[in-house]
C-alpha cells in the first residue's frame, strides 16, 4: 500500500498558478525567422486585435522572431515598399472588416520580402470569435511556412482550483477563452479529449472513490465510463474514438482496461503484482504506452495490443513517468526525474535517444500539441505554478505561459492538448 501511495503522490502533483495564458520565451535555439506582422487595417476598432494574435502565435511557436513594425502602415500589396523591410524574411498584411451577425472578417496576405512575392494572395478568414479568426489566420501562415499544419486554432483543458472549488476547464491553445464546463467541491483528475475533440473523459471524487466520467462539450451531458469497485482513473482515448484504457484496482494492484465508450465489454491488458498506470495509445492504435513500478522504481513500458511482453524503454535517471506519443508515432514525450528535479524530455523509438526540452525544476504532465511541434506541460518555479510550453525539437529551451489579467491566483494542473479541428 505505501510502494502504491508512493506512485500516486509521484504521478499526480498539482500545479499552483494563474488563470489567463500568454507566452514568455526565454532561451536560444536554431535560427529564428524573422517575420512581421504589421497591424491589421482597422484592427484597433475591434476588442481583441487579430494581428496581435498572429503575431503572439507565432512567436510561440519558436520558429519565428517578430520584427517590430512600428512605424510601418502597409495593408495593401501596392502600399508595401520592400526597401523598407530588409530586416525580415516575411511580411503579413492585411485589413479586418466587422459584419452583420457580429461577423469579423480579415483579409491578409504573406509576402517574402527577400524575393518580393506573395507566398499566397489575398485570403479571408470569417467568424464570430476574433480571436479564433487570429489562431485561424496564424495556422494558415504556420502551414505556409513550415510545410506542418498549425495548431494555434485548437484547445487545450486543465484542472483550475480555486479555494474548495475544482473546475475542468477549457481554453484556446494560448490560454485564452477560458470555460468552466464543470465545477465541484471534489478534486477532479486526468481530463482526456476525444479523438474528434467533441468530448472529454475525466476523474473526480464526488462519489467518494476515483470515478470515471465522459462529458460532451456542446451539451454538457456526462455519463459515468467506469464505477468499478475501488479506483477508477488514469483514461485515455484509443484512436478509433470508440474504446477508452483506464486504470482499475478492481483486481487487486492498478492495471490497465479496455473498455467500450459507453462503458460495456471491460477487458484487462497488463497483469500481474505491480502498478500499471498512465496510458497512452499509439497513434495507429496497435500498442500503449505505460508507467510501471514493475522494475523497482517508475519508468515507461510499451506494449502491443496483440499480445506479447512488454518492453521498457527508459533507463536514464530515477523515474521516467506520464508518457504520450507523439501524433506520428516516432517518439514520446514524459515527465524525467532526476537528482532531485523534473524534465519534460522527448525520446525517440528508432534510436532511443533521449533529449530534454526544459533546464529542470518541478515539470510534469507533458502533452504534445496535434501537430506534435509543441509541447504543453505544468512547471513550477519559485513556489508558483503555471502552465507551458516547449518546442518538441528542443529549438528553444524554455518557455512559459505566465498570467497577464488575472488578480485571483488559482491551482492549475493536469494540461492536456486538444485535437485539431476537422
Excluded at 503579413?92 to 472588416?97: C, F, K, L, N, R
Excluded at 477532479?188 to 476525444?194: E, F, L, N, Q, V
Excluded at 499480445?307 to 513517468?321: D, K
Excluded at 519559485?382 to 507551458?388: F, K, Q
Aim: proline content about 5%; overall charge neutral.
Amino acid at each position: 500500500m505505501l510502494r502504491c501511495w508512493a506512485l500516486m503522490v509521484l504521478l499526480c502533483t498539482a500545479f499552483s498558478a494563474r488563470a489567463a495564458l500568454t507566452i514568455d520565451i526565454v532561451g536560444a535555439g536554431e535560427r529564428q525567422i524573422p517575420i512581421a506582422v504589421v497591424p491589421f487595417a482597422n484592427d484597433g476598432k475591434l476588442a481583441q486585435s487579430i494581428s496581435d494574435v498572429i503575431a503572439q502565435d507565432l512567436k510561440r511557436s519558436g520558429i519565428f522572431r517578430l520584427v517590430d513594425s512600428a512605424g510601418g502602415t502597409p495593408h495593401e500589396l501596392n502600399e508595401v515598399i520592400y526597401t523598407d523591410w530588409t530586416n525580415v524574411d516575411n511580411l503579413v498584411i492585411g485589413s479586418v472588416e466587422t459584419q452583420p451577425g457580429n461577423q469579423v472578417m480579415v483579409k491578409f496576405r504573406l509576402l517574402d520580402a527577400v524575393k518580393r512575392v506573395e507566398l499566397f494572395g489575398q485570403v479571408s478568414v470569417r467568424g464570430t470569435n476574433a480571436r479564433f479568426v487570429g489562431h485561424r489566420a496564424a495556422d494558415l501562415i504556420y502551414e505556409k511556412l513550415t510545410g506542418t499544419p498549425g495548431s494555434f486554432s485548437t484547445r487545450i483543458a486543465y484542472v483550475a482550483r480555486q479555494g474548495r472549488k475544482n473546475s475542468l476547464t477549457v481554453a484556446d491553445s494560448d490560454g485564452y477563452g477560458e470555460l468552466a464546463i464543470k465545477t465541484i467541491s471534489e478534486p477532479i483528475m486526468s481530463p482526456a479529449w476525444s479523438p474528434d475533440g467533441n468530448q472529454l473523459a475525466y476523474v473526480t471524487l464526488e462519489s467518494g472513490h476515483a470515478v470515471v466520467y465522459i462529458q460532451t462539450l456542446a451539451t454538457t451531458h456526462r455519463m459515468v465510463l467506469s464505477d468499478a469497485r475501488g479506483s477508477n482513473s488514469a483514461p485515455t482515448w484509443a484512436p478509433d474514438g470508440k474504446h477508452l484504457a483506464v486504470v482499475l484496482t478492481r483486481d487487486g494492484s492498478p492495471q490497465i482496461y479496455l473498455i467500450r465508450s459507453d462503458g460495456g465489454d471491460l477487458r484487462r491488458l497488463t497483469f500481474g503484482g505491480s502498478i500499471d498506470t498512465e496510458p497512452s495509445f499509439s497513434p495507429d492504435g496497435r500498442s500503449l504506452l505505460f508507467t510501471s513500478d514493475r522494475g523497482g522504481s517508475a519508468q515507461i513500458y510499451k506494449m502491443s495490443l496483440g499480445g506479447g511482453a512488454a518492453e521498457r524503454l527508459t533507463f536514464e535517471g530515477g523515474n521516467n513517468f506520464s508518457p504520450r506519443y507523439s501524433p506520428d508515432g516516432k517518439s514520446f514525450v514524459f515527465a524525467h526525474q532526476a537528482n532531485g528535479r523534473f524534465y519534460i524530455a522527448v525520446q525517440d523509438f528508432q534510436s532511443k535517444q533521449m533529449q530534454l526540452l526544459t533546464e529542470g525544476g518541478w515539470e510534469k504532465k507533458p502533452s504534445f500539441s496535434p501537430n506534435g511541434k509543441l509541447v504543453l506541460f505544468g512547471i513550477e518555479s519559485g513556489a508558483r505554478g503555471t502552465l507551458a510550453t516547449v518546442p518538441s525539437d528542443g529549438r528553444i529551451k524554455y518557455s512559459k505561459l505566465k498570467d497577464v489579467t488575472s488578480a485571483q491566483i488559482q491551482d492549475l494542473r493536469e494540461p492536456t492538448w486538444g485535437p485539431l479541428l476537422k
